[in-house]
C-alpha cells in the first residue's frame, strides 16, 4: 500500500527540508541529569546500574519497599539518555508483546501474565497521582488498524476491544489507508518519555536513592561469600545485591551476552498541527496506533498536537554495534516520511522538525527475560524489545523479588524461570537477522504469507520484526 500510493519525491523532500537530526523528547523536558560522577569506596545494600525507566524504577521501588536501605545507582552516561529518552512513549499493559505471542509461548501463564501486566500498568498510573509524576501521562488506550484487506480478517478474529469498520475507524483517524481497526481503550497509554525518566529520578532521590552519573560499570567481582564489589572508573561499591538493567548495552554477566541484539529503530516528529489540519485528521481521542504489519508502523499525538511517526525499518549492524553513526539514516527518515504522506495525504504540505534513532534490546522470545546469578545476589533484566516503557516497572519488581529470594505469582512465571533461546554468533547472527527480515517484508507483500524460513522460525519460538 505504501508503494502503490507514494508521494512525490518533492513532496517527501519538501516535508523532511527542515528536520534537524535531533531528540525531541530530550529538547523539550531539557537534560534530566545533572548528577555527580561517582569516586571513592562506597557500601550499598543494592547496587543498580542502568539510568532508564528499568534502573529508575528498581531503586525507587527497593526504597519504598526498605526506606533505611542504601540504594546507590550508577548510569554510565545521563539518565535516560538511550531508548528511555528516545521511545515513543507507549506505555502498554501487555508484558508479551501482544496476546499472540504469550499465547504461543506461555499458554498456560497467558491468564496471569495478562492480569500481571493489566495490574502493573494500573500501578505506573497510580504512581503518577500520588507521587505527582509531571509525565503527561494519557490512558487513551490503542488503535490497531489494517492497511492491508488481508489484514481485516486478523481484526475480525480478535475479541479484544472495540470493533471498528472502514468508516468507524475513519471516524476515529480519517485515513485513507485505514481499513479496518480495533480499539482497546484501557491497556495503553502514553507518557512524554523524558518527562517520566526526570519524575522518576526526582521522586528516587526524594527518597534517598543515591544517583550517579558518568560512571560506567567496568566489572562485578564477587567471593563465593560476602558482598559484590562494583567497580567504575573511578570509585567501587561493595554492595550486597546489585540489580543489572542495563538492557542493550553489553551486559557484565556473560551468560547473558548472546540473549539479546541490538536494533535500530527510527522516529520522525511533525511541526504542531494547527486547527484545520487537525479538524482534517480528526484524532480527537488521541490514541496511539500501530498497523498489523510485520513491518509495521506506530504512531501518536504529543501533548502540543505534534504528530510522532516511527518504526517500519528494524537494522541491525554486524557485530552487535551500538554507534552514534547509526543513528542519521536518510533513506530510513526519507521511506517514513514517504510512508507518513501516504498515511495522512490530507497532510501534504506538513514539516518534520525532528528526527532521531534509538536502539531496542530484542530477544528471540519478542519480549524482556530475566535472571539470577552470583548465588542470588545478582538479578538481571533485559530484552525489552520495544515494550520496555511499561514492562520495566514490572521487571524491577521481578529483580527485587528474587533478590529478597521471595516466591511471588511474578516469580513462578515460565516467563521469568526460564531464559530464551540465545542468538547465534556471528556471522550467523547478521546473516539470519537479515534473511529474515528480507522474509518477513516479502510476507507483508504476499498478503500476509509466510514462507518456509518463517514457519521455521515460528516452530522454534524465534520471534523477530521491525
Known amino acids: 500500500m505504501y508503494e502503490r500510493r507514494a508521494p512525490s519525491r518533492a513532496v517527501v523532500d519538501a516535508a523532511l527540508a527542515g528536520a534537524e537530526h535531533r531528540v525531541f523528547w530530550q529538547e523539550d523536558a531539557g537534560s534530566a541529569g545533572g548528577h555527580d560522577q561517582l569516586a571513592g569506596s562506597h557500601r550499598a545494600d543494592l547496587t543498580v546500574v542502568g539510568g532508564g525507566y528499568c534502573g529508575l524504577w528498581t531503586a525507587l521501588l527497593a526504597k519504598r519497599r526498605n526506606p533505611s536501605a542504601r540504594v546507590i545507582l550508577l548510569e554510565a552516561e545521563t539518565l535516560g539518555w538511550a531508548a528511555s529518552g ?21 499458554p498456560g501463564d497467558y491468564d496471569e501474565l495478562e492480569r500481571l501486566g493489566m495490574a502493573n500498568l494500573d500501578a505506573i498510573e497510580s504512581d503518577v497521582k500520588t507521587l505527582g509524576l509531571d509525565c503527561q501521562f494519557e490512558r487513551t488506550g490503542t488503535l490497531t488498524v489494517a492497511v492491508e484487506p488481508h489484514q481485516v480478517p486478523w481484526l475480525l478474529d480478535d475479541d479484544g476491544g472495540q470493533w471498528l469498520d472502514t468508516d468507524s475507524v475513519r471516524a476515529q483517524i480519517d485515513s485513507p489507508a485505514f481499513l479496518a481497526g480495533r480499539w482497546s481503550r484501557d491497556d495503553s497509554a502514553l507518557v512524554h518519555p523524558v518527562r517520566l525518566v526526570a519524575e522518576l529520578a526526582r521522586v528516587a532521590s526524594e527518597l534517598g536513592v543515591e544517583i550517579y552519573e558518568h560512571s560506567a560499570v567496568l566489572g562485578l567481582d564477587s567471593a563465593r561469600h560476602g558482598p559484590v564489589k562494583v567497580r567504575t572508573m573511578r570509585g ?9 538493567a542495563t ?49 509495521f508502523h ?14 517500519y525499518d528494524a537494522v541491525y549492524h554486524a557485530g552487535r554495534r551500538v554507534s552514534a553513526e547509526f543513528e542519521d539514516r536518510p533513506e530510513t527518515y526519507r521511506r517514513l516520511a514517504s510512508h507518513f504522506l501516504t498515511t495522512f495525504p490530507q ?7 525532528h528526527r532521531w534513532a534509538g536502539v531496542i534490546d530484542t530477544s528471540t522470545q519478542f519480549c ?51 531464559t530464551p533461546l540465545p542468538f547465534p554468533p556471528e556471522p550467523v547472527a547478521s546473516a539470519g537477522i537479515q534473511l529474515t527480515r528480507w522474509a518477513l517484508d516479502r510476507a507483508d507483500h504476499r498478503e500476509g504469507r509466510r514462507n518456509a524460513l518463517l514457519r521455521v522460525l515460528d516452530s522454534l519460538g524465534l520471534g523477530f520484526k521491525s
Open 86 to 106: 528516545r521511545n515513543g512513549g507507549f506505555c502498554e499493559a501487555s508484558l508479551t508483546h501482544g496476546e499472540h505471542n504469550g499465547r504461543a509461548r506461555w
Open 236 to 244: 567501587t561499591v561493595h554492595s550486597d545485591r546489585v540489580a543489572l
Open 247 to 295: 538492557n542493550v548495552f553489553r551486559p557484565l554477566l556473560w551468560q547473558a551476552r548472546m540473549m539479546t541484539v541490538p536494533v535500530y529503530d527510527y522516529v520522525l516528529m511533525t511541526e504542531p498541527l494547527d486547527a484545520s489540519q487537525r479538524e482534517a485528521v480528526r484524532w480527537h481521542n488521541r490514541q496511539g496506533w500501530h498497523d498489523l504489519a510485520n513491518q
Open 298 to 311: 506506530y504512531s501518536r499525538m504529543t501533548a502540543d498536537n505534534r504528530i510522532l511517526y516511527g518504526g
Open 347 to 353: 497532510l501534504e504540505g506538513i514539516t518534520f522538525t
Open 368 to 418: 524482556a527475560f530475566h535472571g539470577l546469578a552470583r548465588r542470588g545476589r545478582v538479578a538481571y533484566a533485559a530484552g525489552f524489545t520495544g515494550l520496555g516503557v511499561s514492562a520495566s516497572r514490572f521487571a524491577a519488581e521481578v529483580m527485587l523479588d528474587r533478590l529478597a529470594g521471595q516466591r511471588t505469582p511474578r516469580t513462578e512465571l515460565a516467563m521469568v524461570r526460564r
